[in-house]
């Protein structure tokens, strides 16, 4: 599974209140800042961690202890082995139901069993029987979570069963869980199942992970549980289907629907199953013979080869990396409204979230190949070897991240890897400022937890770090033995162990004991000096960390020593607290580096003078370690030195552009004397022919625009220079330079840059939206409101959210609201057809403030929460109504 991206840095500008907007991750391109963790995280981690590996479990536990840390938590115990799992599956479209019947193929695990239990949530049964006979099993379901059947006579090993079970599957009864990862937990998801939402198209598709498949089909809804399936699904003729494995055949029924039917021979886990339908276009692709498939909607089929068509060389990439096949049947990807996800690895039928669908524009902004990757990987990480139990969600999570890194490494070079690697371990400092818990987690409250930055993002640095203390031969020699040993089955994280021990000859129970059953990551202050008497170089080690089980951490990481054009790497190991590394030298070295290849997971704190940090920016080997420096010169960008040689940076067409964008992020804070030389010479950039370096290129000069008056403005270009500039950029083929070129041309002629809005209203991408209804809004201008209504019905989620947020303060404040009818149909369609109940509570939230400010409308919205009364399932949202119809 894949967090989801927003990329909402664009909603800040609005001055929106954080109340308005809710969580999410800030990613910009070329935004390198990473996430400054306080020293009190060391802190907060001795209140948080004490995880004992020593399998503690066994003493009592403390009760403080379980009330922090959550119980012990083991991989269920298996007393049936699932072998085979049949579905004939009819959704019922009006009711968002689904009719069903199961029929499983199970075998006592080892010990007899005269009791089935299945995991069932929230089904109507209707029958269960045993084999072909006729006679119902007794059983009872008294939660409408598990069903215990009575077998009636005692099967062994040796035995095998099958069960049918005829029932109704009704997942909006059900009460909602989820996690930061995963929105929701129903496992079966209707989007305008009855058709009457003309904004939205008619779609079904499933969530099963982490527990949620059984809220479709009656199973054992274990990670350590492995089966093959075949699926008959029912739906209108016009839609298509998606499922697990091959399609079989299909076939056409008298009353306009068509049965499909799938088949996967191959096991794989409960929580990997799925389903898809709707009216989808199907672009079909190839690697070596196996089918590759893209279901988008038909509107974005034209940019399906676009958005996915790297698929094939990726299966191939990971093929050889890992040397092991793709191992599955065919490699289908789809793209659903309202996932609850990023984006799901359901085995051969990757689902993901609809900020796929990208136009060419959006595209080059910014592409999703990250997320493909992640999902892909998985087949071999997740799929083909599956976590034993949710306290080792790391074995696949780690690894798709980790992936991710691979895949740009080989596909666009070391320095976009990194780049991503950088991202990766500040999300991860980030979170460890609120938690800091070990990789292998056997302690929590609830499972969804353990789907955090620690499984992601840290796990995935961790690896990198034990790719370099391996050696890249041990390293995927390993990951190809490991996947070869545990194929088709589950996994702890001391298999791979075992499998790198056997290959390397080492014993690596230390190294895994610190980086992987520890919590917390090292701290490293180092300084470095130069002893003239002795001509040697010191590289002063601390290690300032407070990890509760790790006192010092085992390191090997190289230092560069920087001479001139020559760099000399010395490897180091460091094992205490305070390390001095005394280095003969002929000559006193330009700079020093310790962890020159960054693979540290975690963090180095040095110590230098401005020239050390210019030195790097210009001559670093690696480009991370130019853009860390760039980062400490931006506070000292007004000094000359600092500034040529950002700007030298910026121009030079030889460097990355991940260096070029970070040098004009650093510029965009100048305001020294030299400002009409800084804009003068990146002019020439605006055209630059890397989409990044235009758009940051285009930030910088609004930036700079923003903070002169006239007279400076004028000073450096002319009216119809500067009008000139924003025109290039207008047409652009890029939505977030569409959108700095329209703020820039309002800045400079409010008149000009309504026109422009206007005659750019008809996109609707969000960052052009954005900026538009900023502009609408700072001109009091009557399309707002129809253009906000607008974007409402078309965009989903966070940015639903967002907009709908606006609207209500648009309200509030008492601006003209220009058509109230507009908006209140808006809302009330909102509070009917929004999938998400935030979603319908926000609209509620909207039309009280609507009360408020237009309380000729009362009557009206009190009439129709009335009857929504009888309609609303959700809890939450009914409380909402209820206290609004109180006041
Ligand atoms: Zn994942």
């Given amino acids: 599974m894949r967090t989801r991206v927003f990329i909402y840095f664009i909603l800040l500008s609005f001055g929106v209140s954080s109340s308005v907007l809710l969580s999410g991750c800030r990613t910009r391109k070329g935004s390198q800042k990473a996430a400054e963790v306080e020293s009190k995280a060391q802190e907060i981690s001795a209140l948080l961690d004490s995880l004992d590996l020593e399998f503690e479990y066994l003493q009592s536990e403390s009760e403080e202890k379980v009330k922090k840390e959550g119980d012990f938590q083991p991989s269920y115990t298996r007393y049936f082995r699932l072998i085979h799992t049949q579905l004939e599956l009819r959704p019922v479209w009006d009711s968002a139901w689904m009719e069903g019947k199961a029929t499983l193929m199970l075998s006592p695990w080892f010990y007899p069993q005269d009791t089935l239990v ?66 929701s937990d129903k496992g079966l998801y209707f989007i305008n199942p009855d058709g009457k939402n003309p904004d939205r198209p008619q779609q079904l598709w499933t969530q099963g992970e982490t527990e949620a498949s059984s809220c479709w089909f009656p199973t054992i809804d274990a990670p350590n549980q492995k089966t093959s399936q075949e699926v008959w699904i029912t739906v209108p003729d016009s839609f298509i289907s998606l499922s697990n494995g091959r399609k079989m055949k299909s076939m056409n029924n008298p009353d306009g629907t068509r049965t499909d039917y799938w088949k996967q021979d191959l096991p794989h886990a409960p929580y990997l199953f799925m389903l898809a339908a709707g009216k989808f276009s199907h672009v079909s692709d190839f690697w070596r013979n196996i089918p590759v498939d893209y279901y988008v909607e038909p509107e974005y089929e034209k940019y399906a080869k676009m958005i996915f068509g790297n698929t094939p060389e990726m299966i191939e990439f990971f093929s050889k990396k890992f040397n092991f096949d793709y191992p599955w049947d065919k490699f289908s990807q789809i793209v659903v409204r309202d996932f609850v996800s990023g984006a799901m690895e359901n085995t051969s039928a990757v689902i993901h979230f609809d900020a796929l669908q990208q136009d060419s524009f959006s595209h080059r902004d910014g592409s999703y190949e990250g997320i493909i990757a992640h999902e892909l990987a998985h087949h071999w990480f997740g799929d083909l070897v599956t976590a034993e139990s949710w306290a080792q969600i790391c074995m696949n999570e780690s690894f798709a991240t980790y992936s991710e890194y691979l895949w740009k490494e080989y596909k666009y070079g070391l320095s976009e890897a990194e780049q991503e690697l950088e991202n990766n371990l500040s999300i991860y400092l980030a979170e460890s400022r609120s938690k800091m818990k070990p990789l292998v987690r056997h302690h929590y409250h609830s499972r969804e937890e353990v789907f955090d930055s620690h499984s992601y993002q840290k796990g995935a640095c961790l690896l990198h770090y034990m790719r370099s203390e391996l050696g890249d031969d041990a390293f995927f020699e390993g990951l190809s033995q490991y996947l070869k040993k545990r194929k088709f089955n589950t996994v702890e994280m001391e298999d791979l162990r075992l499998v790198l021990e056997e290959i390397t000859g080492r014993d690596l129970k230390l190294f895994f004991d610190q980086w992987f059953y520890s919590s917390g990551h090292p701290i490293v202050e180092v300084n470095y000096a130069w002893d003239e008497t002795e001509n040697q170089a010191e590289i002063i080690v601390r290690q300032v960390q407070y990890a509760p089980r790790i006192e010092v951490y085992t390191l090997n990481l190289s230092a560069a020593i920087y001479q001139g054009d020559e760099v000399k790497l010395i490897p180091l190991h460091i094992s205490s607290r305070d390390t001095i590394f005394r280095i003969p030298l002929s000559v006193k070295p330009d700079v020093m580096v310790l962890d020159h290849a960054m693979v540290l997971p975690g963090k180095i704190e040095e110590y230098r003078e401005g020239e050390e940090w210019l030195f790097l920016a210009k001559s670093a080997r690696r480009d991370r370690q130019r853009i860390r420096a760039i980062e400490q010169l931006m506070s000292d960008v007004n000094d000359e030195v600092v500034f040529e040689c950002l700007l030298g940076i910026a121009k030079d067409k030889q460097q990355w552009n991940g260096v070029r964008t970070s040098a004009l992020e650093a510029l965009s804070f100048y305001d020294g004397d030299f400002r009409k030389v800084l804009l003068t010479e990146l002019k020439p950039l605006l055209q630059d022919t890397i989409t990044d370096v235009r758009y940051m290129a285009y930030a910088l000069l609004n930036q700079h625009l923003e903070g002169m008056d006239e007279t400076e403005r004028l000073e450096i270009f002319s009216l119809s220079e500067w009008v000139s500039l924003f025109e290039t950029g207008l047409k652009d083929s890029s939505y977030n330079i569409l959108s700095e070129a329209l703020s820039g041309i309002y800045t400079i002629d409010t008149v000009a840059g309504l026109k422009v809005a206007h005659s750019l209203s008809h996109y609707t991408n969000e960052t052009l939206g954005a900026s538009i209804i900023r502009i609408y809004r700072k001109a009091s201008d009557p399309a707002l409101v129809p253009f906000l209504v607008r974007s409402i019905r078309t965009v989903e989620g966070y940015s639903r959210m967002m907009y709908l947020g606006l609207l209500g303060m648009h309200i509030e404040a008492g601006l003209s609201v220009g058509n109230a009818i507009l908006i209140l149909n808006l809302l009330k369609d909102m509070a009917i057809f929004s999938d998400s109940p935030r979603q319908r509570i926000q609209a509620i939230g909207v039309m009280e403030i609507m009360i408020e400010e237009l309380p000729a409308y009362k009557p009206d919205i009190f009439e129709y929460l009335e009857q929504r009364l009888g309609k609303e399932k959700e809890e939450d949202v009914l409380r909402r109504i209820r206290s609004m119809l109180e006041e």
């Fill in 118 to 183: 299945l995991d069932a949530k929230g089904f109507d049964i209707h029958k269960i029987r045993l084999g072909t006979s006729e006679t119902s099993l007794e059983y009872t379901y008294e939660n409408r979570k598990q069903i215990h059947i009575a077998l009636g006579k005692t099967y062994t090993r040796e035995d095998t069963i099958k069960i049918t079970i005829e029932y109704t599957a009704k997942p909006n009864d059900l009460k909602q869980g989820g996690s930061s990862a995963i929105r």
